[in-house]
């Protein structure tokens, strides 16, 4: 039983707390990872609503690390493998048949702090059970119990600040882009919001012949990236209506759009800024109804459809990813900035005033 040090939520109102935790061993489908490095996503930070002073809880779904040990009934992995962990699935399931395990249908129950089926803790301070589990890693400590399902073997060598993003964010930017939205040679492609999974988008993109890309955003930090990333323009909303600046951009419209805000005004513009025939992919969480117009929708035949992690099964496409990354074309490093676990605190506070995209938290 492992003890370690882990980013610990008491209260969503306050800050994270670094307090040693027990990590019990791994039972018969479990696996220990000793985790190097956990990216932060905005998941974790919507989900410390579930916290409180009595119950403290353990997030992280954005882990890279070494296979410790296994437990008796695990296949695919062993001890001493790289991996990237992911979202779990059941594997069984129709949506899961089909190649499409975002869609998991015992995905909430998998991955919003699910817990062993004889409810024993995994994860322990002292006497106190903490809530974990949370897509099945809760990564933001030094071990993290997992399972094969949600656990990615990748090449000896691969570096754990630049791959554990590939488990959320990085993989749903790339994938919105590379399965979902899949632009041909010629598209023009605009995305709103340039945060870690935008950027993602741009860089994915960038990777296809002859596809243009517009990014929308407010940050004139990140639009100066985003030009330096191969984005040909880069427009403030703040200026006003970006959809005419697209149309005259695109002629006519974009064939592509992809919100990464959760915004429904966003959406609505993202809708907009379509040409005839065009498709939005959405992927924020927000809430709220979109202002859209439905005769545009109708009358120039445009698509909405949503786009959960990428629409990416972890274990093909994750080294798919890394490979990109190998050869140059996908230069995820220049996105991510290390932080020791015991600065979560002022890493989120980068993240908040836009002095880096991917904070990435490392043990």
Same mark, same amino acid.
């Not at 909405?304 to 994750?318: H, K, M, N, S």
């Not at 190998?326 to 890493?347: H, K």
């Given at each position: 039983?492992?003890t370690?040090?882990?980013a ?12 040693p ?15 190097? /490095? ?20 353990l ?9 410790e ?7 695919g ?7 990237v ?5 059941c594997?069984?399931?129709?949506n899961?048949?089909?190649?499409r ?9 998998l991955?919003?702090?699910g ?13 106190t059970?903490?809530?974990?589990g ?5 990564s ?23 791959a554990a ?34 950027m993602?988008?741009?860089?994915? /993109? ?5 596809v ?19 984005a ?34 966003v ?10 025939g065009?498709?939005?992919v ?10 859209i117009d439905?005769?545009?929708i ?19 496409f ?13 230069p ?32």
């Amino acid at each position: 039983m492992p003890t370690t040090s882990a980013a610990i939520s008491r209260d969503p109102r306050a800050e994270f707390t670094i307090e040693p935790v027990e990590i019990d061993d791994p039972r018969a489908d479990e696996i220990l990872v000793r985790v190097v /490095a956990a990216g932060i996503c905005h998941t974790d930070l919507v989900s410390r609503a579930a916290g409180a002073a009595d119950r403290p809880i353990l997030l992280g779904h954005e882990g890279a690390g070494v296979v410790e040990a296994v437990g008796a009934d695990v296949r695919g992995v062993r001890p001493g493998d790289q991996v990237v962990l992911s979202y779990r699935h059941c594997g069984a399931c129709r949506n899961c048949r089909l190649g499409r395990p975002a869609y998991c249908a015992g995905a909430t129950k998998l991955n919003q702090f699910g817990a062993r089926p004889d409810r024993t803790p995994r994860v322990r301070i002292g006497a106190t059970a903490v809530r974990d589990g949370f897509f099945g890693q809760s990564s933001f400590a030094g071990y993290a119990l997992t399972t094969a399902d949600n656990t990615v073997a990748v090449p000896p060598g691969t570096d754990p600040i630049v791959a554990a993003p590939l488990g959320c964010g990085f993989q749903t930017g790339a994938g919105a882009v590379l399965n979902a939205l899949r632009p041909e040679p010629g598209a023009a492609l605009v995305v709103y919001g340039a945060g870690a999974v935008g950027m993602a988008a741009l860089l994915a /993109a960038k990777t296809l012949p002859d596809v243009d890309v517009i990014v929308v955003e407010l940050s004139p930090e990140r639009r100066s990236l985003a030009m330096e990333f191969g984005a040909s323009q880069a427009l403030d909303p703040a200026d006003g209506d970006t959809t005419a600046a697209i149309s005259e951009r695109t002629g006519g419209g974009a064939t592509h759009a992809l919100d990464t805000t959760g915004r429904p005004e966003v959406l609505a513009n993202a809708v907009a800024a379509l040409g005839i025939g065009g498709v939005v992919v959405v992927v924020g969480l927000g809430v709220g109804v979109p202002p859209i117009d439905l005769r545009d929708i109708v009358l120039s035949g445009k698509m909405i459809r949503a786009c959960l992690e990428g629409d990416a099964v972890p274990q093909r496409f994750i080294p798919e990813l890394l490979a990109l990354h190998a050869a140059g074309r996908l230069p995820l490093e220049r996105l991510v900035r290390g932080y020791p676990c015991t600065e979560i605190n002022a890493a989120l506070a980068d993240q908040r005033a836009g002095r880096v995209v991917k904070p990435v938290l490392t043990w």
